[in-house]
């Protein structure tokens, strides 16, 4: 998969703004391109680009990262500045590799901000389970608002979980963002698809 597409209101400018994932570009670690929509015959202004190098982005971008293989838009505490959440099923951890990662970024009027930048795999606080080589955890990763109560929660899919059994991860949004704490998981064993390379995680939708 090369990369991915998604579109909501980053600034809170009432225009929807498009956001495109290239996982493989320009160093091979991937990187995410932001572009606000202007009301005008423009339509878009140029693009804001974010990679792992990019200031206080987690980590550092690495060949086959695949940072922007899937992107999400959702606001996850109701400010009216949508968060992009950025996958990259290539990350490593540790000397495991492709056990995957979700990177979120928050909104703000002027764009997309780092500095409140937050990076979740199998290994964080709170998240059940374990990284694992070619889990692909962020193969896809998504925004919607999963309890109802406004604000989006994150649908992370690790594709490779358990030898291509695959699994889902629900991550509440609050106040203050998404957080791991009442994090929900779903494998193919709990939905009764067990040893099926069902490849939970490889869609998700929206």
Known sequence: MRGSLAAGDVNGDGRADLVAGDAYGPDGGGEVRIFHGT????????????????PDIPDASESGDQFGASVGVGDTDRDGHAEVVVGAPGENVGTESDTGAVTVLYGTTTGVTA????????????????????????????????????????????????????????????????????????????????????????????
Do not use: C, H, Y
């Open 39 to 54: 009301g005008s015959e423009a339509m878009f202004t140029a693009a804001q680009v974010i990679n792992q190098d990019s």
């Open 115 to 206: 500095e409140r930048a937050q990076m979740f795999g199998q290994d964080s606080t709170g998240m059940p389970g374990t990284s694992e080589m070619n889990d692909r955890f962020g193969q896809k990763a998504s925004l919607a608002d999963v309890t109802g109560d406004g604000m989006a929660d994150l649908l992370a899919g690790a594709s490779g979980e358990n030898a291509d059994d695959g699994a889902v991860w629900v991550l509440r949004g609050g106040a203050d963002g998404l957080t791991a704490d009442g994090v929900l998981a779903f494998n193919a064993g709990t939905l009764g698809v067990g040893n099926r390379r069902a490849e939970l995680g490889g869609v998700l939708l929206p």
